[in-house]
């Protein structure tokens, strides 16, 4: 069974970082991509960065490029999000999600996780 | 970046009727070369996250009933609901994975009439 689990999340202040993980299982982890795609309270979604099964490719929303930073650890089956210079619109629940199918970055995703909520306030 | 558009925002449907809604992009999601469109739909129930029903604009994912359904091509896609039961209460959205960024609709939210 597929689980993915988010956990890293929290109030954060303006300007400030943190670090979102997402433990996964019940499948391969190298040989998927992976997303984090948020949704701010009340709101749709939004991808926010991929990155490929390996590791070597990275692709980011406009949003947040240069802020964000989409790694993995094939070995810890973990998936990570760094994020700094935080701004009150980043406020969201981040999802990490399995990606089924991608062409160059751009995904669909078969599996999501329940989500860390990152509101970002004085 | 391609803009997806979701129309009616919101949706009340008797139980047992049919439940249909639109998806359009600003440009073709349709890959020549492989003649398929690169369009997904998510229903996401409240306080759950997204969960996958169709890929490839109408190929049901592994598990969704039957009287979920996808048709379109291009620019224009729909989403079928043939006979709606309380479970089918969500937001759904539709997302392009042709071109970076992936981009979703701003939701349809389906309710009982």
């Known amino acids: 069974e597929v689980q993915l689990w988010e956990s890293g999340g929290g109030l954060v202040h303006p300007g400030g970082s943190l670090r979102l993980s997402c433990a996964a299982s019940?499948?391969?982890?190298?040989?998927?991509?992976m997303s984090w795609v948020r949704q701010a309270p009340g709101k749709g979604l939004e991808w926010v960065s991929g990155i490929s099964g390996g590791g070597h490719n990275t692709y980011y929303a406009d949003s947040v490029k240069g802020r964000f930073t989409i790694s993995r650890d094939n070995s810890k089956n973990t998936l990570y999000l760094q994020m700094s210079s935080l701004r009150a619109e980043d406020t969201a629940v981040y999802y990490c999600?399995?990606?089924?199918?991608?062409?160059?970055?751009?995904?669909?995703?078969?599996?999501w996780g329940q989500g860390t909520l990152v509101p970002v306030s004085s | 970046d391609i803009v997806m558009t979701q129309s009616p925002d919101s949706l009340a449907v008797s139980l047992g009727e049919r439940a249909t809604f639109n998806c359009k992009s600003s440009?073709?999601?349709?890959?020549?070369?492989?003649?398929?469109?690169?369009l997904a739909w998510y229903q996401q129930k409240p306080g759950q996250p997204p969960k996958l029903l169709i890929y490839w604009a109408s190929t049901r994912e592994s598990g969704v009933p039957d009287r979920f359904s996808g048709s379109g091509s291009g620019t224009d896609f729909t989403l079928t609901i043939s006979r709606l039961q309380a479970e089918d209460v969500a937001v759904y959205y539709c997302q392009q994975y042709y071109t970076i960024p992936r981009t979703f609709g701003q939701g349809t939210k389906v309710e009982i009439k």
């Open positions: 440009q073709s999601v349709l890959y020549s070369s492989n003649n398929k469109n690169y």
């Open positions: 999600a399995k990606d089924d199918y991608c062409t160059i970055g751009s995904c669909y995703s078969g599996f």
């Open positions: 019940g499948f391969t982890f190298s040989n998927y991509a």
